[in-house]
C-alpha cells in the first residue's frame, strides 16, 4: 500500500528467526519496512481469500448462468477466433 502522505507509526515487538535477522542486515535491508510490506501482503492475501468466500455464491450462479444462457453481449471482433 502506498500512501499519499506519511502514514502514522506504531512501535511493535517481533519474534524473527536469527538467520533471516542476520541476512537481512547483511543485505542492509530495511527490517521495519519489510515487516510492514509482508503483513501487508498477508492483509491483502486474506482480504481477496474473505471476498472469494463471501461472494462464493454470487459467482457460482454467475457462471452457471452463462454456461447456461451464454454471454450477454456478442464477443468482441478481437476476441473472436479465426476460422
Known amino acids: 500500500m502506498k ?5 502514522n507509526r506504531k512501535r511493535v515487538n517481533l519474534t524473527v528467526r536469527e ?6 542486515q547483511a543485505l542492509d535491508i530495511n527490517i ?5 510490506a509482508g503483513i501487508e501482503a498477508a492483509l ?7 471476498w472469494r468466500e463471501d461472494n462464493a455464491d454470487a459467482i457460482r450462479a454467475h457462471n452457471e448462468r452463462i454456461e447456461r444462457e451464454g454471454m450477454a ?7 473472436e477466433e479465426e476460422v
Open 32 to 36: 521495519s519496512r519489510a515487516a510492514e
Open 73 to 79: 453481449l456478442p464477443t468482441p471482433w478481437w476476441a
Open 19 to 24: 538467520d533471516v535477522m542476520s541476512e537481512a
Open 44 to 50: 491483502k492475501a486474506e482480504q481477496s481469500r474473505r
Open 3 to 7: 500512501y499519499e502522505t506519511p502514514a
